[in-house]
């Protein structure tokens, strides 16, 4: 009995000491996100925001912005590309920030960003910390693209 409780904590503490694989952005972003603004980021008329365009250089120079988005979620009137969309993205801050960071890093490569730093899960964490919502994050974007 007790080598059976010995070899069950040794397998736990060798599993844990293994190496974690990174979480696959592309594939949680298919998951969590293209249903609305496609694979390929484009947005849908409509329903969703193109998650690319002239309007990122601003809002990803801001790189708590993304963050916000993904664990706070955005409401009300934003302008895209030249089109007003009125909804409600909801928040995902139901996944952890490994999983965040995963997506919002294949977020920035399909706008073109591929030698931007990659979001780590420090950083949705930092902003996992303050206070947020949909609201509070329209506002932000309204303060780095104008209304």
Not at 22 to 36: E, S
Request: charged share 15%; glycine share 10%; proline share 6%.
């Amino acid at each position: 009995m007790k080598r059976a409780l010995v070899m069950t904590l040794l397998g736990a503490a060798g599993a844990s000491a293994l190496p974690q694989t990174a979480p696959d952005g592309a594939a949680l972003y298919t998951t969590h996100c293209a249903v609305c603004h496609l694979a390929d980021g484009a947005g849908q008329p409509g329903v969703a925001p193109a998650l690319k365009g002239e309007h990122w250089s601003k809002l990803g120079a801001e790189r708590a912005y993304l963050p916000n988005v993904l664990l706070y979620g955005l409401s009300g009137a934003i302008k895209v590309n030249g089109q007003t969309f009125v909804g409600v993205m909801a928040p995902f801050a139901n996944l952890d920030d490994a999983t965040l960071a995963a997506i919002a890093t294949h977020v920035r490569k399909l706008q073109g960003a591929v030698e931007a730093r990659p979001y780590a899960a420090d950083d949705i964490k930092t902003v996992r910390e303050k206070a947020g919502n949909p609201q509070a994050t329209r506002q932000l974007r309204s303060q780095l693209v104008g209304p």
